[in-house]
């Protein structure tokens, strides 16, 4: 038969029923992705609901006529038939299913205590949004944020577009909770929904280190409608930061007992230092990666290592050899290699990200005990936390020694059992212990031993990273001084004398030689006595024959 008006009004009404449908698809994906008030969501899922029953409903509408035409019923209206029983139906379950979403998203909307919108735990959720949302646009570099502020109305949603420009990995994480954009490389990009505020926060980059050297954005809340918007910081600030040490992390860090002894098992750093190897060239890789470590009786912390030791793998070698140095990050953060013992402009210091590896020559020029460490910044902390070593340079004509040792000084700043130091201490320049060679008064413990008349070399390097040294073993006098690069005394001139001690500034080095005159024991240390209090000692022993 012809299409009548019937047909047309079904057909107009399947594509109102794809429109409700579609509506409340949108509705769903859009609210409870946070874009729009949660109520959209609620009453997206009731136009999906309604809209199925509704296309149900119109698809069932043949059978049903088909079945009733078997039974012929009375004729009510002329020019009529069952289609217009089945239209009107139909735009019945569409009025109640437009009802029905309406209802349920005002009700979604005024529910006690639901807020407008999906907050950020890091946003106080009991702020009801007013239905704004601020975008803005920030860019991570290599050690800042820009813009390094921005401001929201109170209770609106702020949503964060997130670009890396830097040459490592950065992130930006919501102080307080667990928002942020994770980890993101160089050149990636991602857009973050913050929640919403009704007062201040801040959010800063997780890499240890880089919030203190500034990666930090203040998100600043502006009064609007009357609402008064906090001019303080949450407790987050106060109550500890990310990895890297704060100020306020002090009150759980470790602290060294002073009566304790190391458990079984434990083992010192060997401080004997082996000849320079052969050949002229040296190739030596150091690996980066972060190891919890021992570092006084009782007391572990996150060291960030060359090749999982503190100090670093020694370089040795003469004047004019050539080292070829390969650095690997395995670590969980951006590295570089900073070699006092070659001249090589800042740029070469180049910062490589985790997986990442990196080739250094230099060519040895002078004679001398040289500090080698990571210079990436904040480099205090990084040095601190254990990434330092020496190079050492024979000056020409050295003569052997019956023993020889290294010892490099460098002080802790610790932070809480098995984290990394305390930032803000290293700042501060207090520091919880000093020690040789990785551990606090380890040759006290396990003395270096020595035969009594034999000559003896000490190699000494001041890593600091602040404080200085002044090295010198009790009962014994220095009749040959080495210091930077240069014998201040040299055995067999008859014009000097003696020296008791070797007086360092960081990053300075040198070496002693003495013997001692007859068995027994003597006590190596910073003269700075609250160094030595603080875990710069040791002992020399010589036994008797």
């Given at each position: 038969?012809p ?6 009004y079904?057909?107009r009404?399947?594509?109102?029923v794809?429109g409700?449908?579609?509506?409340g ?12 008030p949660?109520?959209?969501?609620v009453g997206g ?8 029953a ?9 059978a ?5 035409s ?8 002329s020019?009529?038939?069952?289609q217009e ?8 379950w569409?009025?109640?299913a437009i ?6 998203m ?13 907050a ?9 949004s007013d239905?704004?949302?601020k ?5 991570l ?5 820009r ?6 109305p109170?209770?609106?949603r702020l ?32 857009t973050?929904?913050y929640?919403v ?12 280190g ?8 203040t998100i600043k809340?502006?009064?609007t ?5 906090s ?17 306020g992390r002090?009150?759980d860090?470790?602290?060294?007992n ?8 434990w ?7 082996a ?11 150091l690996v980066?990666?972060?190891?919890v ?6 007391v572990?912390?996150?060291m960030?290592?060359?090749n999982g030791q503190?100090?670093?793998?020694t370089l040795?070698?003469?004047?004019g050899d ?9 670590s969980s ?10 001249g ?11 997986g990442?590896s990196?080739?250094?020559?230099f ?11 990571c210079?990436?910044?904040p ?8 990434m330092?070593?020496a190079v050492v340079?024979?000056?020409p ?10 010892v490099?000084?460098?002080?802790l700043y610790?932070g ?8 803000a201490k ?9 020690v040789f060679n990785?551990y606090?008064s380890q ?7 020595v035969?009594?008349?034999q000559?003896i ?8 990273p602040?404080?200085?040294?002044a ?11 080495f210091?930077?690069?240069?014998y201040?005394l ?12 070797l ?7 040198g070496?002693?030689e ?7 024991h003597y ?7 609250d ?6 000692d040791g002992?020399l022993?010589?036994?008797?024959r």
């Open positions: 038969r299409l009548g008006f019937a047909d047309l079904d057909h009404l399947a594509a109102t794809y409700v449908l579609t509506a698809i949108a509705a769903v994906c859009t609210g409870f992705a946070g874009s729009l949660a109520a959209i969501a899922a009731a136009l999906m609901v309604a809209g199925v509704v296309a149900v409903n119109l698809s069932l509408t043949p049903r006529m088909a079945w009733k078997r039974t012929p019923a009375p004729v009510r209206h020019g009529t038939d069952g029983r089945s239209g009107t139906l139909t735009l019945s569409v009025a109640i009802s029905g979403a309406a209802v349920l005002a009700a979604s909307a005024l529910w006690p205590g639901r807020t407008g919108g999906t950020a735990a890091g946003a106080n959720p009991a702020v009801v239905g704004q949302v975008t803005v646009s920030v860019e570099g290599d050690l800042y944020v813009p390094s502020s921005v401001s929201v109170y209770g609106a949503v964060v577009r997130v670009a890396n420009q830097g040459s490592m990995s950065h992130d930006l994480q919501l102080e307080g909770g667990s928002t942020g954009t994770g980890m993101l490389g160089p050149g990636q990009h991602t973050v929904d929640g505020f009704d007062h201040n926060e801040r959010a800063w980059c997780t890499v240890p880089h919030m203190a050297a500034g990666m930090m954005l809340v502006t009064s409608g009357g609402s008064p918007a001019t303080g910081m949450s407790s987050g600030m106060s109550g500890g930061m990310s990895a890297g040490g704060s100020a002090s009150a860090d470790a602290t060294v002073v009566g304790a002894r190391p458990g079984p098992g083992h010192p750093f060997d401080a004997a230092l000849p320079a190897p052969g050949g002229t060239v040296h190739h030596v890789t980066a990666r972060d190891r470590m021992q570092v006084a009786p009782g572990n912390q996150d960030w290592t060359f503190v100090p670093g793998p040795r070698g003469h004047v050539l080292f070829v140095v390969t650095l690997v990050n395995r953060m951006g590295h570089s290699l900073d070699f006092h013992a070659a090589q402009p800042m740029e070469a210091m180049r910062t490589i990200g985790p990442q990196i080739t250094e020559r060519r040895a020029r002078y004679a001398g005990i040289f500090l080698y460490h210079g990436t910044a480099v205090i902390e990084h040095l601190a936390d254990g330092f070593g340079i024979d000056p004509g050295l003569a052997p020694a019956a023993h020889e040792f290294l490099v000084q460098s002080e610790l809480p059992q098995g984290k990394s130091g305390d930032y290293m700042l501060r320049g207090q520091p919880d212990a000093v990785g606090a040759y006290m413990f396990s003395p270096l031993r035969r009594a008349g000559r070399r000490i190699w000494v390097l001041d890593a600091g602040s404080d200085d040294s090295f010198h073993v009790v009962g014994a006098q220095f009749d040959t001084v210091s930077n690069g240069a201040l040299q055995r067999g001139n008859p014009a000097d004398g003696a020296a008791q001690t007086n360092l500034m960081p990053g300075e080095g070496f002693v003495f013997t001692v005159p007859a068995a027994g006590e190596l240390l910073d003269h700075h006595l160094h030595a209090a603080a875990g710069a002992l022993v010589a036994p008797s």
